[in-house]
Each structure stands twice: as structure tokens, then as C-alpha cells.
């Protein structure tokens, strides 16, 4: 092997050691003095609630957290798209501003924003609610930044060609833009998914009075991080995720490398 080939595999080797180092070291301490009947038993009890600190079952936490995640990628995935479709193939008058207004958001995540945003949903009534834990989070620029600047980077001859073909906007966008921005959006998707998954101050405060919407990073902050049942919930946190970017592997990688060749 070259020196130059062996020098990048080591280089990857140590990257993915200092990536799963914590991970392994979660493992160990998790099955370290106990049989796999022992954790098994402890499985089943963290997973069904009959843990003793008064912290949901995790069945159900990670149902709240699923719904979270799923909602502001979805929700996001699909404003971003159409957002940034419209600032692109529509000459709307003023649209540079507009777009420069909604990155204005990405200067002001929901913790900046916390005690307005708290006010703005509780008159509106949705405290206590998947819609107003998810609502909020949405409210942000990135995915119309990366999405713009993806459909900018599109053949204008595919433009022409559908509108000489008598293809409307909803046909072009439907036919066309959505299948060729499939890659992105799955990245994206991706992206915001582990932001929800990783909300924490957020669903605190709007969940205020409903322990029944706690989520997995809120049970973890309630169990001890020594505790075999926090060690567990940690585990249990880091699943999702990683089966997300597992099942988008391919697709994560062709939307993040689109446009560089």
C-alpha cells in the first residue's frame, strides 16, 4: 500500500476511534459487572416506567421524541423546499429582501428567543402540545439557505425546456425540481431530524403542566448519568439517530457533495 493511502486510512482510523470512543465507552460502563439477563430485566423496566424516579416510561419518551423530530424535519423540509422554490423561479419584487428577513432567523434560534416565542404560543393556546413543541423550532432559515442555493445551481436549459413544453410551475416543481432535489432534502432531513431529536430547553418550558410529552433527552436529565437506567436511557437516545444516518447514508452524501463536480 503507498505511504499516502496508509496515511489516510490512518487518519480515518483515528477519526471513527475518537467518534465512537464515547459510544464504546457508554457500552462498557452500561455491561460492565452485569449479565445480559441483568440488563435485559433492566431493559424492561426502564422501557415499561417502573423506575422509581418518576420519569416516563421510555417506550414513551422516545414516542415524544420521534413525534418531535419527525414533525420539525417534515414541517421544515417541506416550508424550505417551497420557499426556496418560489424565491428562485419567481421574480417577486423585493425578493433579496425577503430572503435576507428569513436568514434573519438563523441569528435567532428558539433558545434566543425563548420567553417571546413562550408568550406567542401560550395566548395562542398550544402549551402542552406536539404542535407548539414543534411549531417554534421550525421558525429558522437554514433550510431555505441550502435549498436556494441548491435550485440555483440548476441547468437553466431544464427551465426553458419545461417552459416550452408547456409545463407550469406545479407540473416543473412536481416533475422536475422535487425528484432532482431528492439528495438535499434527505440531507436536510436528516440534519433537522437530530436537531429535533436533541431539543431540550424548548419542551421543557412548553410542556409545562404535562409530564405525558416528556421526551428522552428530558428523562435523561432526570435519571442520574451514573445510574444504570440513565446509562440505558443514553443508549436508548442514541439509536434514532444513527439509524437515521445509516438509512440515509447515500443519500446524505450526494446531496452534501452536489455541485462540487
Known amino acids: 500500500m503507498p505511504r499516502t493511502h496508509l ?3 490512518l487518519i480515518l482510523i483515528v477519526g471513527v476511534v475518537f467518534m465512537m470512543g464515547p459510544v464504546g465507552l457508554l457500552v462498557w460502563q452500561l ?6 439477563s441483568a440488563l435485559w430485566a433492566l431493559f424492561l423496566e426502564v422501557w415499561q416506567g417502573e423506575t422509581r424516579n418518576g420519569v416516563l ?3 414513551q419518551m422516545m414516542l415524544n421524541s420521534f413525534i418531535l423530530a419527525l414533525g420539525i424535519a417534515l414541517i421544515k423540509c417541506a416550508i424550505s423546499m417551497l420557499a426556496a422554490y418560489a424565491l428562485v423561479m419567481f421574480h417577486v419584487p423585493g425578493r433579496e429582501i425577503l430572503f435576507g428577513a428569513i436568514l434573519v432567523s438563523m441569528f435567532f434560534p428558539i433558545e434566543t428567543r425563548i420567553l417571546p416565542t413562550f408568550a406567542v404560543v401560550s395566548e395562542l393556546g398550544l ?14 432559515g437554514l433550510g431555505v439557505l441550502i435549498l436556494r442555493l441548491y435550485l440555483q445551481h440548476l441547468p437553466p436549459e431544464l427551465f426553458e425546456a419545461a417552459r416550452l413544453d408547456g409545463a407550469g410551475p406545479v407540473r416543473f416543481f412536481l416533475d422536475f425540481v422535487l425528484p432532482l432535489s ?8 436528516a440534519i433537522l431530524f437530530v436537531l429535533g431529536w436533541n431539543q431540550y430547553v424548548w419542551p421543557i ?4 403542566t404535562s409530564m405525558e410529552h416528556g421526551t428522552l433527552v428530558r428523562g435523561m436529565a432526570s435519571l442520574s448519568v451514573s445510574s444504570q437506567a440513565g446509562l440505558l436511557l443514553m443508549l436508548l437516545a442514541l439509536l434514532p439517530p444513527a439509524l437515521v444516518f445509516l438509512a440515509l447514508q447515500r443519500w446524505l452524501v450526494r446531496g452534501l457533495t452536489a455541485g462540487i463536480h
Do not use: Q
Open 31 to 36: 455491561a460492565a459487572g452485569s449479565d445480559p
Open 182 to 189: 431528492l439528495p438535499m432534502l434527505a440531507a436536510l432531513f
Open 205 to 208: 418550558m412548553v410542556a409545562t
Open 57 to 59: 416510561p421510555a417506550s
Open 7 to 9: 496515511l489516510d486510512h
Open 127 to 140: 402549551l402542552n402540545s406536539y404542535t407548539g413543541m414543534i411549531l417554534p423550532v421550525v421558525a429558522s
